[in-house]
T-cell receptor, first 119, second 111 residues
Framework: SAVISQKPSRDICQRGTSLTIQCQVDSQVTMMFWYRQQPGQSLTLIATANQGSEATYESGFVIDKFPISRPNLTFSTLTVSNMSPEDSSIYLC????????????????FGPGTRLTVL | DAKTTQPTSMDCAEGRAANLPCNHSTISGNEYVYWYRQIHSQGPQYIIHGLKNNETNEMASLIITEDRKSSTLILPHATLRDTAVYYCIVRVNNYGQNFVFGPGTRLSVLP
């Protein structure tokens, strides 16, 4: 079955800087999503990464703060811009595949996450 | 998406069956019940999903009541590695529809 990887796995950053997180899938997938999980909390959807067009953001998340790219069907990036300590979270990408052997159809699969700490 | 209600936490003895309940009284006819789990500091892991029939795979069994207002995830022989937060989600089985995660149930498997 397909593998989802994220880079970096963790990072410690200074406030005011930006970090770009990469999500790579070894098979072409239909949908990709980005989630945030703040300490001790459940997952919150940031946006849907659309291939070839602008991402679709959820309420409370804006493109200037979380720009997303998805240049093809296997790769996406999320940038956390102008970071503050409140951005310290685990950031997760997830994918939905159709027609891939070993994957349940229309089911979401998650990457390992990127643990971000902002000082 | 319909909302779900799960107990905040549960304990289970190692080797025994873990039965995790989920209430979804407002589930719609075209919404599936999905279960995920998240082991500490890892990405959520898909476990199983179903519409109205009971389902079983190598990880777990899913029992859905006839009126579909509740379900139970069963881990037949819990091990220490099953300690995790378990999320019950109801969702239309459409690839474009994202998953909405609630707080889940924190299952502790005790030696």
């Amino acid at each position: 079955s397909a593998v989802i990887s994220q880079k970096p796995s963790r990072d410690i950053c200074q406030r005011g800087t930006s970090l770009t997180i990469q999500c790579q899938v070894d098979s072409q997938v239909t949908m990709m999503f980005w989630y945030r999980q703040q300490p001790g909390q459940s997952l919150t959807l940031i946006a849907t990464a659309n291939q070839g067009s602008e991402a679709t953001y959820e309420s409370g998340f804006v493109i200037d703060k979380f720009p997303i790219s998805r240049p093809n069907l296997t790769f996406s990036t999320l940038t956390v811009s102008n970071m503050s300590p409140e951005d310290s979270s685990i950031y997760l990408c997830s994918v939905v595949a159709q027609g891939l052997a070993g994957w349940a159809t229309d089911t979401q699969y998650f990457g390992p996450g990127t643990r971000l700490t902002v000082l | 998406d319909a909302k779900t209600t799960q107990p905040t936490s549960m304990d289970c003895a190692e080797g025994r069956a873990a039965n995790l309940p989920c209430n979804h009284s407002t589930i719609s006819g075209n919404e599936y019940v999905y279960w995920y789990r998240q082991i500490h500091s890892q990405g959520p892991q898909y476990i199983i999903h179903g519409l109205k029939n009971n389902e079983t795979n190598e990880m777990a069994s899913l029992i859905i009541t006839e009126d579909r207002k509740s379900s139970t995830l069963i881990l037949p022989h819990a091990t220490l590695r099953d300690t995790a937060v378990y999320y019950c989600i109801v969702r239309v089985n459409n690839y474009g529809q994202n998953f909405v995660f609630g707080p889940g149930t924190r299952l502790s498997v005790l030696p």
